[in-house]
Every structure is written in structure tokens, then in C-alpha cells.
């Protein structure tokens, strides 16, 4: 039962991306544990392994998330590519194993590094970021929905047609969808185009899915957390100019780039009854970046 200090409270959450300390996921899977929920964390280290901020001890972060649990929940983590589409499944699976079903999922895992400009573009690259970032996130959210329907629309159903809705949802008590994006409708991304596709593509189709889920009592929203540092902005392990990251830091609003639990506040916050009349939209948490 949900209490207003743990509003997570008897909810279980699915938290992908989570193999760095200094990660958004890592943030996101502490801050829904300290509000209650049980957590499952995704991590794929290798990906991390191949940039240039390294990856992390995978037992401090299980351990990490394991300290923020309260109450009687409980966490566990797995690996998974979830380019490949059996380990989506497997991975699905696996965190349902944890308390029997899965409340809040949070697609938080992103391939970065290895871009180009449009000039560098070729089939390879663009499939490689579609099928990590795009294409996983569509199916694991379809696994999601599909734990509780046995048909998608039913045994007669049209492709695309509307569910009928059994009645009216609870939306303090509905599952919830997070994906997140990178804020490429507010600017250019230059050397990022297959990054940049890849989540212009969830921001672009957020409000058809949230719609389509929706009809099934599920609510889906997609988060655009700004300029975030989690390690490639710093001095030691940014593949970037500093100066140029100096001068864009400090005129900012805040003269500080966002820190992981900023955007991960929102999201506890959106995962809980308090924030469960925000439907289908996509939100950005910058500190003010855009405006400058």
C-alpha cells in the first residue's frame, strides 16, 4: 500500500541503461527505490567499455540501488543487448521474475559515440542506433503492454484499430511508460545524425503510442533531460573541446549542466499518483538550456 513518504510503495519498476554510477539510470533506479518501488536494473557494459568515460564496477551499482530500496522491496539486475530482440524478451522476463509483474518502465538505454554528419552516413550506422535506441524501446514498451492483454486487439482486430477500454483507469494506479529523448527539435546536434534520428523518432511518435496505451490504462511519457553530465562533460573523459564546454556551461541559467538526479526527480514524481495527469507528452527538464 502506497503511503504519501512512499508513494512507490508495492509498485515494481524496470530500469534500463542503469551500468554507471554517474548515469541517469543509476539516478532514476535510486530516486523511484527511495519513494518505495522494487527495482530491476538493465545494465550492457561493453557499451561503456568502448567510450571515452569508461564504465563502472557493476556490483557498486547493484549495491548502490540495493541501499536506496525502503520498506520490503527488493532489486536485481541482468545483462542484456537489447539490439537483439530474444534478449528484449529475456530481459522483460527476468524482471518480472522479481515480484510477478513489472508497474513502471523506464527506457533509459541509449548507444552514443560513433556518429557522424550526414556526409558520414551509411546504412550500417543508421541501422546500429535505430535498432539500439529506437527499435528496443518500441518492443520492451510493447512487452510491457502486452503483459497485461493476452491479444493486441483482439482475435478479429484490425491492424491499428482502437481496444475497447474495459471502463474507466485509475491513473493513480496505472502503469507507467517512460522514454527519454535528447532534445534535438530545439537545435542542431552536429556529428550526431544517427543519434539524433533515433530519438526524434520516440519524440515524434510519443503521442500515437501514448494514445494506443492509453486505451489499455497505461500512460506513456517521454522525457528530454538537457544537457546532463554524466561524465562525458568532464575534463578528464569529454571528447569535446573544453573551452567550448566552459563557455556553454556558464551561460547557462544555472552556470551548471544538469545533474542525473534532476531529470530522475521528475520522473519518480510522474511514476507516483501526484503526477499521473500527465499523459502523452514530451517534457523537458533543461534547467532553462533551451532558452538561451
Not at 117 to 137: K, P, Q, V
Not at 211 to 222: F, K, Q, S
Request: net charge negative.
Amino acid at each position: 500500500m502506497t503511503t504519501p513518504h512512499l508513494p512507490l510503495a508495492g509498485r515494481t519498476a524496470l530500469v534500463t541503461g542503469v551500468s554507471r554510477r554517474k548515469g541517469i539510470g543509476y539516478a532514476v533506479a535510486r530516486e523511484l527505490a527511495l519513494q518505495g518501488a522494487s527495482v530491476f536494473t538493465h545494465h550492457f557494459a561493453p557499451h561503456d567499455a568502448d567510450l571515452p568515460w569508461g564504465g563502472d564496477d557493476l556490483g557498486a551499482v547493484a549495491d548502490g540501488v540495493r541501499a536506496a530500496l525502503r520498506g520490503d522491496a527488493v532489486s536485481g539486475s541482468a545483462h542484456a543487448d537489447l539490439r537483439d530482440p530474444a534478449q528484449v524478451d529475456g530481459l522483460f522476463d527476468a524482471a518480472r521474475t522479481l515480484t510477478g509483474s513489472v508497474d513502471v518502465l523506464v527506457c533509459n538505454h541509449a548507444r552514443s559515440g560513433g556518429d557522424g554528419s550526414i556526409l558520414d552516413m551509411s546504412a550500417e550506422t543508421l541501422d546500429a542506433f535505430w535498432e539500439a535506441n529506437t527499435r528496443s524501446t518500441l518492443l520492451l514498451t510493447r512487452r510491457f503492454a502486452l503483459q497485461r492483454t493476452t491479444t493486441p486487439g483482439g482475435p478479429s482486430a484490425r491492424p491499428g484499430e482502437r481496444a475497447s477500454r474495459q471502463g474507466p483507469a485509475d491513473p493513480a494506479t496505472a502503469p507507467k511508460v517512460f522514454w527519454m529523448t535528447s532534445g534535438q527539435q530545439d537545435g542542431p546536434m552536429r556529428g550526431e545524425v544517427a543519434y539524433a534520428t533515433s530519438k526524434a523518432a520516440l519524440a515524434g511518435v510519443t503521442a500515437t503510442v501514448a494514445a494506443e496505451l492509453l486505451d489499455r490504462g497505461i500512460v506513456l511519457n517521454t522525457i528530454n533531460p538537457g544537457p546532463v553530465n554524466t561524465g562525458y562533460l568532464d575534463p578528464g573523459s569529454t571528447d569535446r573541446p573544453l573551452a567550448e564546454l566552459d563557455a556553454l556551461r556558464d551561460a547557462t541559467p544555472f552556470g551548471r549542466w544538469g545533474e542525473p538526479t534532476d531529470p530522475a526527480r521528475l520522473i519518480a514524481w510522474l511514476a507516483g499518483p501526484a503526477g499521473s495527469w500527465v499523459v502523452g507528452q514530451v517534457l523537458t527538464t533543461d534547467g532553462g538550456f533551451g532558452l538561451q
